[in-house]
């Protein structure tokens, strides 16, 4: 079966450093996706991986490993507005995306 | 950017209606639309899968009958949950593909909470 890992939830201090992985096993690849969502509302896109390599977007940072079947996203400078769910998403050999469970990233002050 | 809006944001109903929930393309012509369901603290459960002009496909599990799904222009998307009874609440997100965008773009709508009574 296919299927999307990532932790539950994270804690981290504002102003600090975080890294939230996620590792995957699907049928084919065709890319990799970083959601934030905040509670009651819907995603938002915060970064696509399809090569190995870092892609970096101001605070936010995605790695991909694909032989590995590994992505992490790291996020800087933590901001109180950066607790959310964080959702890892993998594009199948058909093009479907197949979610994670998401991890709920709390800040503290 | 490219809008997706939905309508309504939030219903409420009683256990037997049916409710009709809208997905638009505010600034962009969809080929695809996507209709997903989110439970408490769990991820995003995709539905089924519409194109304008055809039939929607739905996923393993998903009761057709049940969640009626049109998708009669480039722009517009509408999921009718019939004959809804409580454990149909949800969180219900739709999203969609642009027509000149490449196959990686997807973009949300904020979301329809369902609590059927």
């Known amino acids: 079966g296919q299927n999307i890992d990532q932790p539950t939830e994270m804690t981290a201090t504002e102003g600090a450093i975080v890294q939230i992985n996620c590792t995957y096993q699907?049928?084919?690849?065709?890319?990799l996706f970083w959601y934030q969502q905040h509670a009651g509302e819907a995603p938002t896109f915060l970064s696509y991986?399809?090569l190995d390599g870092l892609e970096e977007k101001g605070r936010f940072s995605s790695f991909l490993s694909r032989s590995k079947g590994y992505s992490y996203l790291l996020l800087k400078e933590l901001q109180m507005k950066d607790s959310a769910s964080y959702l890892c998403?993998?594009?199948?050999?058909?093009?479907?995306?197949?979610w994670g469970a998401g991890t709920k990233l709390i800040i503290k002050p | 950017g490219a809008v997706v809006s939905q309508h309504p944001s939030r219903v409420i109903c009683k256990s037997g209606t049916s409710v009709k929930i809208e997905c638009r393309s505010l600034?962009?012509?969809?080929?695809?639309m996507f209709w997903y369901r989110q439970f408490p603290k769990q991820s995003l459960m995709l539905m089924a899968t519409s194109n304008e002009g055809s039939k929607a496909t739905y996923e393993q599990g998903v009761e057709k009958d049940k969640f009626l799904i049109n998708h009669a222009s480039l722009t517009l998307s509408t999921l009718t949950v019939t004959s809804a009874h409580p454990e149909d609440s949800s969180f219900y997100i739709c999203s969609a593909t642009p027509l000149a965008g490449g196959p990686n773009e997807q973009f949300f709508g904020p979301g329809t909470r369902l609590t059927v009574l």
């Open positions: 699907t049928s084919g690849f065709n890319g």
């Open positions: 998403a993998v594009k199948d050999s058909n093009y479907q995306l197949i």
């Open positions: 600034d962009f012509q969809a080929t695809t």
């Open positions: 991986n399809v």
